[in-house]
C-alpha cells in the first residue's frame, strides 16, 4: 500500500486575501508613522534648529546651557575649584555680569572653575532635571538660588495642579524628553506639544508657558511646597553623590508695600530703573507671591538643616528695599555684589580654600 508524503495544506483564498490585507495595513501604518516623525523632524529643525539626524539634540533646545557642561571635563582634587550654579535668570545675572567672578577672586584669587546651569524662569525641578544629566560629573561646590519661578505652577485650580508640574506646558515636554534621556525619536515629543496647545490649554487643563490670567486667583492656595522640598532635596543628594559641598540660600525679594500693576508701569516705585525689571505679575497676583516665596524659604531652611548644607540667608542680609532691587527679585549691581560676597563668605573656610592651594592663577 502506497502513502501520500505530500504535507501541503490548502489555504482558503478568504484567509489569503485577509493576511494579504493586514500586511498592507501593517505597511501603510509603518509609512505613517515614518512620514509623520520625519514631519515633526522637519519641524523642529525649521522652527528650533534641531537636526533631523540628531534628534536628542532636543534636551538643549529645552535647556540651552546644559551641553558645554556635559561635555567639560570636571575633577576634584585638580587644584582648581569647580563650582556649580544652579537656579533662574538671578544666578544667571550673576555670571553674565561677572559678580560670581569678582566674589570668588576675593577668597579664591583665580583658582576656581565655574561651569552654570542656571537660566531664566527656570525652576526647582529643571534644576533637578539637569543635575541628573551631570550626575557623572565630580564638581567642588554646588551652589543653589531658587524661589521664585516654581510661584507660577500654583497659578491653576485645584484640581489641575499636578506635583510634577505637568500642568504647565513647557514640562510636559519636559518630561517626555528628560525621563526617558535623549530622545530617538520626535514624534513622542511631537505629541505632546500639540497636545498641550491644541487640547489642554483651550480646555483650561493646562498652563501656558505665560499663565493664564482667569487662574491667577488660585495662586492663592500654595500648593508648590512639597515639589518645591521634593526637587531640592533631590538635587542636594545628586550633588553629594559627586562629593561636592552645597550651597543653599534664602530667596531674597521685595515688593513695596504701595505697590500695584500701574505705580510699577508709571516708574512710581522705589525700585532702582533698570530695563530688565519685571513687574510682580509675572508670577502671580502679589500678595499671592509674596505668601509663596515665604513658604518656599521656610522649605530651603528646612533643607539646609536637614542635609547639613551650608545657607546664606540672603533675605535677613540685603535689605529689602528699593535701593537694592530693580523689580521683586532682580538685584541692583550694588546688591549684586553683596549677594556674592555674602555667599562665598559662607563658603570661606579652610576645607573649601584647601581644595584651591597651590593652583596656578587663571
Not at 484567509?15 to 505597511?27: I, P, Q
Request: with cysteine; glycine share 6%; proline share 5%.
Amino acid at each position: 500500500m502506497s502513502v501520500s508524503n505530500d504535507s501541503t495544506v490548502s489555504v482558503p483564498r478568504k484567509a489569503v486575501r485577509w493576511r494579504k490585507r493586514a500586511l498592507r495595513l501593517c505597511g501603510s501604518a509603518v509609512f505613517l508613522l515614518l512620514l509623520l516623525e520625519v514631519g515633526a523632524r522637519v519641524f523642529w529643525w525649521s522652527q528650533y534648529d534641531v537636526s533631523p539626524l540628531h534628534p536628542g539634540r532636543v534636551v538643549y533646545q529645552l535647556y540651552k546651557t546644559l551641553e558645554p557642561v556635559e561635555t567639560a571635563p570636571v575633577a576634584q582634587d585638580d587644584g582648581v575649584l569647580n563650582i556649580l550654579l544652579l537656579g533662574g535668570s538671578v544666578m544667571r545675572r550673576a555670571h553674565d555680569s561677572g559678580a560670581i567672578y569678582k566674589g570668588l577672586n576675593k577668597f579664591y584669587k583665580g583658582r576656581f572653575r565655574i561651569f552654570h546651569l542656571a537660566e531664566p524662569g527656570h525652576t526647582t525641578l529643571d534644576t533637578l532635571y539637569k543635575m541628573r544629566r551631570v550626575r557623572d560629573k565630580s564638581f567642588d561646590l554646588v551652589i543653589v538660588y531658587h524661589g521664585i519661578n516654581d510661584v507660577r505652577a500654583n497659578n491653576c485650580p485645584d484640581a489641575v495642579y499636578q506635583p510634577d508640574y505637568t500642568h504647565v506646558t513647557q514640562y510636559r515636554m519636559a518630561r517626555q524628553v528628560m525621563d526617558g534621556g535623549s530622545p530617538d525619536f520626535l514624534l513622542p515629543v511631537m505629541g505632546q506639544y500639540l497636545w498641550s496647545h491644541f487640547v489642554l490649554e483651550p480646555r483650561g487643563q493646562a498652563i501656558p508657558q505665560l499663565h493664564m490670567k482667569a487662574w491667577l486667583k488660585h495662586g492663592a492656595t500654595i500648593k508648590t511646597t512639597d515639589a518645591f522640598r521634593n526637587n531640592l532635596r533631590a538635587t542636594v543628594d545628586l550633588a553629594r553623590e559627586q562629593g561636592a559641598k552645597v550651597v543653599l540660600m534664602s530667596f531674597a525679594y521685595y515688593v513695596p508695600t504701595d505697590y500695584t500693576h500701574e505705580r510699577y508701569k508709571a516708574g512710581a516705585l522705589d525700585y532702582t530703573a533698570d530695563k530688565y525689571s519685571y513687574p510682580v505679575e509675572l508670577w502671580g497676583q502679589p500678595a499671592n507671591v509674596i505668601k509663596a516665596l515665604d513658604a518656599h524659604n521656610g522649605v530651603i531652611r528646612q533643607v539646609a538643616r536637614e542635609r547639613e548644607t551650608y545657607f546664606v540667608d540672603q533675605t535677613a542680609l540685603i535689605d529689602a528695599a528699593g535701593k537694592n532691587f530693580t523689580d521683586i527679585c532682580h538685584f541692583t549691581a550694588a546688591a549684586m555684589e553683596q549677594f556674592t560676597d555674602n555667599l562665598f563668605s559662607a563658603t570661606g573656610e579652610e576645607p573649601l580654600l584647601e581644595i584651591a592651594k597651590g593652583a596656578p592663577d587663571s
